[in-house]
């Protein structure tokens, strides 16, 4: 029991859930509910009780749906099984959430083909780069050898925000002019990384609105080049979420799973206030698992998802 | 599923139109209604909580007029209180007396400050001003090349500031070099950082100080969810910001952070990006925004554009056509080169009051190279056919599709679309070309 309780200590203080504590520690919570009290207090559920979760649902993104879904569910239990007080309404809601969101153990993966093709994609501003910045870095760390694609050939200054990502990662990066064909990129990058026997190839690609048709099949073709240049590629294909996102990410989750086929989530900018609870709706309708959250600016703050420290800080 | 605020809203108050009068159960229903669908569109459920409560209490104080339906009662009451909180009227943009004036651009990282803020400049330049561009970014990697290759792009003058990597020194470098050569507006395009990093929230504390900005824009990306009033109260909080630049609004988020940052700051939309391309920019004006949430579709965003782009003198001929009922595939072709030079087809379309058959219209899910196909179809028709749909037969459609390379499944799709236009146009004719508004409500309540 004791060394269990350490352990679970231990994870907490490396983990993002301590850091988002730290950093929200700081800030005076404008509009903060106090969500935690209605777990804490051994009172019996009430309609407040019930209002109070709805809210702290609602304030992390999770969605009038999915919260009133759940709410549902909570509603029904009380009354059937008889839940005594609120920190049974906690286990359950805690239970409900956890079947919807799963983790992904991280690190990919077993590599079995050579290079490992990952594409990166999301709408514009997400944090791409710095995710790629930050994933050649663990591979790097793991001993594998990596080449990034600046397929990004669109935004300016992404190609040269990418290679100094890339210095700092120790990684080459293969690129073309700006304005090329991004598919080309990803040719030349499949085809040096084939002849220098890379393990892992992560390909950058343009920040786009998942209503630009055009921009969505461009990334069809991307995966097209992949498979037709690497058996099995592309291996992995992230989509990076803003933890701000609201519902839209629903609908960013659907079209890029439609036109490039998304493997994998990752959730950025969990470093602020926002709670990114949007991946909570996005994992109950596309199955899709989370497999990392981005903390900080730093190289280092990428880390494995958390499924039990995302799922407890929904209510902090 | 619903498409949008809009749809839903329209839902609602069709659901409505067949009761008599305002019940406390009906009310009850719309307000419902109406609560889901401002969080489906991420308005702050706190925020939604007192709109919905202020709409409530309108709705049962009102008074019974018969003039109007339950439906068309809610829906003004939703307008009304919509407008209340976006604010009535356009905000204006504020240059201090003696130039330069300061733009301060602030925000979370990846709301897109320096994509706006190279589209400022082009506006800015539009509207007769010449600004200085400055990047403070001195965090992000590539974050002032970035700037530097946007005000290229506008054809803007950068403070480049080589060599100097403290935001305080460059603002107050750039700051002389603009009152020294005649800039009269400086935009510092600040780096991107959270409302919880203290030391980075000092820092724009400082660089207010020393610049005395007279405006300090917060860019918010418009698919920001709950935490949208968490961050904007925090900047605000700290710089008094004045106003908000709101970006990839042309996309499916429904946007209402607006409503949420409005709510909570008190600070007006100033602008609003609707594009990636660098003339993407435009003012933001609560009542077109409200109409377009409320399903009466931008038209008035519609007709300044068609102005713009519109050879007066054709559309003229042209409403004297529809008049006469005389809309050729010729006319059709116009039309179709007329609408590419207006700018992206989903940008027009969205604009649209999504009623009726424009409904229709952007359920076809054109796409630019579509316009592209149509266009060679047509240009594929004899003159007499262009004049005469009538005319077009299973062997005249055989030999276009040839002609256009194309099926003559893409054919048939073409004429479609032209029987489809020309009822639209016909329903449209009377508000865009004659440039007469529909004042009454009604007009804009679905009509099955």
Redesign the interface.
């Known amino acids: 029991m004791i060394p269990a309780g350490q352990d679970a200590t231990e994870k907490k203080k490396s983990g993002f859930f301590s850091r988002l504590k730290n ?2 520690a ?2 005076r ?3 903060n509910t106090p969500v935690e009290e209605i777990f804490t207090l051994k009172k019996a559920i009430d309609k407040s009780t019930l209002e109070s979760l709805e ?1 702290a649902l ?4 999770i ?3 999915t919260t009133s879904h759940l709410i549902e569910k909570i509603r029904d239990q009380a009354s059937r099984q008889g839940l005594k007080d609120a920190a049974e309404v906690k286990s359950l809601i805690r239970n409900e959430l956890l079947k919807v969101v799963r983790g992904e153990t991280a690190h990919p993966v077993s590599l079995t083909q050579k290079p490992h093709v990952i594409i990166i994609v999301g ?5 791409k780069t710095t995710t790629i910045g930050k994933l050649a870095n663990q591979f790097r760390r793991d001993g594998r050898s990596v080449k990034i694609c600046a397929a990004d050939t ?5 190609v ?2 990418l ?3 890339g210095q700092r990662a120790g990684v080459e990066i293969v690129r073309q002019k700006h304005g090329a064909d991004p598919s080309a990129v990803l040719f030349d990058a499949l085809k040096a990384s084939k002849a220098a026997h890379t393990d892992v190839v992560i390909v950058d690609t343009a920040g786009r ?3 630009k ?2 921009l969505m099949q461009e990334l069809e073709k991307m995966r097209r080049i992949a498979a037709r240049e690497v058996e099995g590629a592309p291996h992995e294909v992230l989509l990076v979420i ?8 629903v ?2 989750a659907r079209e890029f799973t439609k036109s490039a086929g998304v493997t994998g989530i990752v959730l950025t ?1 969990l ?5 990114g ?2 991946v909570v709706a996005i994992a109950k309708e596309l199955n899709i698992p989370i497999q990392f959250v981005g903390v900080g ?1 730093k190289i280092d703050d990428l880390i494995p998802f958390d499924a039990e420290e995302f799922v407890d800080s929904l209510f902090e | 599923m619903f498409d949008n605020l809009t749809e839903k809203f329209q839902r609602t108050f069709k659901t409505l139109r067949g009761e008599a009068k305002l019940t406390e159960n009906n009310i009850d229903f719309a307000m419902h209604e109406i609560r889901v669908a401002l969080l489906e569109a991420d308005v702050n459920f706190k925020v939604v909580k007192e709109f919905i409560d202020r709409v409530r209490t309108k709705c049962l104080g009102a008074e019974v007029m018969t003039a109007l339906s339950p439906a068309q009662q809610v829906i003004a009451f939703v307008r009304d209180e919509l407008i209340a909180t976006l604010g009535d009227k356009e905000a204006r943009i504020v240059y201090s007396k003696n130039p330069p004036s300061v733009f301060l651009i602030v925000g979370l990282q990846g709301s897109g400050k320096t994509t706006s803020t190279g589209k400022l400049a082009g506006w800015l330049m539009k509207n007769g001003h010449r600004p200085l561009l400055l990047s403070v970014d001195v965090y992000r990697p590539a974050a002032r090349e970035q700037l530097a290759v946007v005000a290229r792009d506008v054809n803007a003058k950068l403070y480049p500031g080589e060599g100097v990597n403290e935001p305080l020194k460059l603002a107050k470098a750039a700051l002389r070099e603009a009152s020294l050569t005649g800039y009269d507006v400086l935009l510092v395009d600040t780096a991107g950082r959270l409302h919880v990093d203290e030391a980075l929230m000092q820092e724009l504390s400082m660089l207010k100080r020393e610049l005395n900005p007279s405006e300090i824009l917060f860019v918010a990306d418009a698919m920001t969810g709950q935490d949208a009033v968490k961050s904007a109260a925090e900047f605000h909080e700290l710089l008094g910001i004045s106003g908000v630049l709101l970006t990839k609004l042309d996309g499916d988020a429904r946007g209402g952070a607006a409503l949420s940052i409005r709510a909570v700051t008190g600070q007006p939309i100033k602008f609003v990006g609707v594009g990636e391309k660098l003339d993407a920019l435009e003012q933001f004006y609560p009542d077109r925004m409200v109409s377009r949430l409320l399903g009466m579709g931008d038209v008035l965003s519609l007709i300044e554009k068609a102005q713009e782009t519109f050879d007066l003198k054709q559309a003229e001929r042209l409403q004297e056509k529809l008049r006469k009922d005389e809309f050729s595939l010729a006319d059709f072709r116009d039309q179709i080169q007329q609408m590419r030079k207006m700018g992206p087809l989903d940008k027009i379309l969205g604009m649209l009051p999504q009623i009726g058959p424009m409904k229709d219209l952007k359920k076809a899910n054109l796409d630019e190279r579509e316009l592209v196909r149509t266009e060679a179809i047509i240009n594929s028709m004899t003159e007499r056919e262009r004049n005469h749909h009538q005319i077009i037969n299973g062997q005249r459609r055989k030999r276009i599709a040839r002609g256009s390379g194309t099926t003559v499944n893409q054919v048939n799709q073409v004429l479609k679309q032209y029987a489809q236009m020309r009822k639209m146009m016909k329903s449209v004719s009377g508000g865009l070309m004659g440039g007469k508004i529909p004042r009454n409500l009604s007009q804009f309540l679905p009509k099955n």
């Open positions: 950093a929200v700081k800030t919570d404008v509009l809210m609602l304030g992390a993104d969605g009038p749906a709408v514009n501003g997400v944090g669109f935004r300016a200054a992404a040269e925000q290679e100094i990502w609105l998942h209503t048709h055009n803003d933890a701000v996102t609201g519902q839209n990410g609908q960013q900018k470093d602020g206030t926002a709670k609870g949007v600016e």
